[in-house]
Structure formats: structure tokens, C-alpha cells
DNA sequence: ACACCATAGTGTGTGAGACACACTATGGCA
DNA sequence: TGCCATAGTGTGTCTCACACACTATGGTGT
């Protein structure tokens, strides 16, 4: 009765899919209180955001390259680290991801409910 | 006061990002009660669920190939009509994705609370 | 009668992004 | 001092979304 992670790899890509763009929003949205990539992977996947570490790293990069986030070296204690914050334009695009992410779950349970 | 559909090609994609798996889940449900290609657009445009033609008639020939939806001709009528139907496996991976939508949900829910 | 448009679907690229794998490097601990 | 957890980078592959081009048919206008 336990739900088995990826028995069939046509059912494992297609909630990879499904997870795709949320990975972006709960980092946009975790990194409004800034924090640096290996505590944020632990953090998500603590929340349930099933996240790969080669999947975390260049996404933190891209969303960086594309100004949503901000980021600066710590070195203040021995280990660097690199420390990633949401920018202003990150937080408004989180805004409309949820908004989003409402819409389509409201798009869904309509379609849900004309097909019981 | 209306919500501009994409004026910023990097919000445009995150959205689009998304949507990518709800595509998928949105086919499997409506499909449940069969239907060909050209309707199944209109319908899930209509409910909200913004696909371009050019990503659903692949996406369904994929879904057919994984055997989540089988397809037969309609040649009964004058314009002959692929018809697709939701498989029993399909109908299993709907309600997987579903399930999976809520955890998500609850997930980023959860995250959005915690950083207010 | 036939030109044209909406409908309905197929086939072939191309580009972006997720993930795997391999790699560097350091701090702490046994 | 050797090993493991931590922390991050770089490269390659594979899939998918979308663009573009194409075939084909039914209805409508003239």
C-alpha cells in the first residue's frame, strides 16, 4: 500500500513534468529569506519539492543569469558559500506563478468535475 | 486591468514551465469521455488550459505510444475523426498526477507560509 | 462550378531545460 | 591522515514544446 516512487518510468516522467515549474517557484519563493544552494536542496526536499542537486545548481544559475535572483559570495566563515536572494522582479514573478498555479488548479478541478 | 499574456519572454516560459505537466493531466481526465484532437483543443483553451495545437496533436500521438490513450478512426461521418479515449493506464496516471498536484500544493502552500 | 477558408491531422526540424555523470575542493572527525 | 559530508562547477544527452510546412476535406460564397 506504499506508494512506490518510480515503479514505471513513463508514470516517473510524466510527475517530473508535473513538478517541473514548481521547483522554480518554491526556490523563488524560499529564497526571499536568502540561503545558499545545499541547504535550500535539503529544504525542498524536506517540503516534498523532490529536487536533484544537478538539477538545484544550474537552475539557481539560470534563474540568477535571467536577474530573479541576486547572489554574493560568504566568506566570511571558513567555508564559502554562495549565497542566492530573490530580486524584486523574482518576487513578482513568483506572484504570478502562484496566481498561475491557481488559475490551473482551478482549470483542473472544472475538468475534473465534468468527468466524474 | 487585463492580464497581459506574455510580455516578458523569461515570465513566459517559467508560466509556460508550469503548465507543461497539467497539459498531460488535463488530456487523461478529458478524455475520459472520448474525443478527437481539434475538439479537445478548443475544450481545454477554453477551460483555461492554454495549448497550442502544434504541442497537443504530438503530445496525444505520445500519450497513445506510452498506451495511457488508444485512438481509432471515426470514418462514420463524412470527415473522418482520430478519436482518443483514456486507458485504464491512463486513468491510473491521472489519478497519480492528481494526488501529486494536491501534495505539491500543500508543499508550496506550506513554503509560502513559512516566508510571508 | 470552383475558389477559398475553417477544420483536422501528419511530419520534420530546432532550441531550451532537466537530469546524469564526472569532477574539484574543503572542513570535520575517527 | 584518510575518509565522508558538504558545496559547487562543467559537460553531455535526451525529451519535449513549439514553429513551419504540408496534405486533405467539407462548407460557403460568387
Redesign the pocket.
Known amino acids: 500500500m506504499d506508494v512506490d516512487p518510480s515503479p514505471d518510468p513513463v508514470v516517473a ?1 510524466h510527475l ?2 508535473l ?3 514548481t ?2 517557484l518554491a526556490a523563488l519563493v524560499a529564497l526571499r529569506t536568502p540561503g ?4 535550500l ?2 529544504s525542498l526536499n524536506e517540503h516534498g519539492i523532490g ?5 538545484l ?6 534563474l540568477e543569469k535571467q536577474g530573479l535572483l541576486t547572489s554574493e559570495w560568504n566568506t566570511d566563515e ?6 542566492y536572494r530573490t530580486s524584486d522582479e523574482g518576487d513578482d514573478l513568483a506572484a504570478t506563478l502562484i496566481a498561475d498555479w491557481h488559475r490551473l488548479d482551478a482549470s483542473l478541478r472544472h475538468l475534473t468535475e465534468e468527468t466524474p
Not at 51 to 55: G, Q, S
Not at 57 to 62: C, E, T, V
Not at 78 to 83: A, C, E, H, I, N
Open positions: 516522467g517530473q513534468e513538478r517541473r515549474g521547483v522554480v545558499y544552494g545545499y541547504a536542496l535539503e529536487v536533484d542537486a544537478n538539477t545548481y544550474p537552475l539557481l544559475r539560470r571558513s567555508r564559502p558559500r554562495k549565497f
